[in-house]
């Protein structure tokens, strides 16, 4: 069963529905906003995407927004609120990974202007590109978080079934990964 069946036969009001509505597949241009989706997906590893989507506003709160100038400056003192924070994840490699990869996302921005302009440079890359890529710049991103990000984003096909209602929609932002 694809996310577009199992998420098309939910309320309207469930996490899932909403999150397969209003945000999968859709192009993000803020770099916070991008950072917030990475964090979600590496959190996500070894859980349900339901529990991530339930406790997304206590991430956007504990991780400052998503905010990556901030995060990339947390302390030792930060890890450990966050390794305290009932609303989150609390798993020590996926807290550093995000604040290491925070101050990747910095160093990409001095270099290429933004965290989408260095994801905008390697638009035509295929999975398998993508998933060496992410792993030689960034921590804790293994295939699917890899893919799975890329995908909710924009940067790779395949978020929505063409029969699905909320493809169309997705088409009309003008994915990334059609900008070839």
């Known amino acids: 069963m694809s996310y577009c069946d199992f998420s098309n036969n939910l309320p309207a009001t469930n996490v899932n529905r909403i999150y397969h509505d209003t945000e999968y597949g859709f192009p993000i241009d803020s770099d916070d906003e991008l950072f917030g989706r990475l964090i979600l997906e590496i959190n996500q590893a070894g859980l ?38 009932a609303g989150i ?16 996302i910095l160093e990409l921005q001095k270099t290429h202007g933004s965290f989408a302009q260095w994801l905008d440079t390697h638009h035509t890359l295929d999975r398998a590109a993508w998933v060496k890529l992410f792993k030689k710049t960034f ?22 079934d063409d ?11 003008k994915p990334k990964w059609l900008e070839k």
């Open 139 to 160: 921590k804790f991103t293994g295939g699917e978080i890899t893919n799975e990000f890329l995908m909710s984003t924009g940067y790779l096909p395949g978020s929505h």
């Open 89 to 104: 994840i609390r798993n020590r490699l996926k807290v550093n990974a995000a604040i290491h990869n925070a101050q990747q």
């Open 163 to 173: 029969n699905c209602p909320i493809y169309e929609k997705v088409l009309k932002t």
């Open 48 to 85: 349900s995407w339901t529990t991530i989507l339930n406790k997304k506003e206590n991430f956007r709160k504990a991780y400052k927004n998503f905010s990556i100038k901030k995060i990339a400056r947390f302390t030792e003192k930060d890890r450990a609120r966050l390794l305290n924070d």
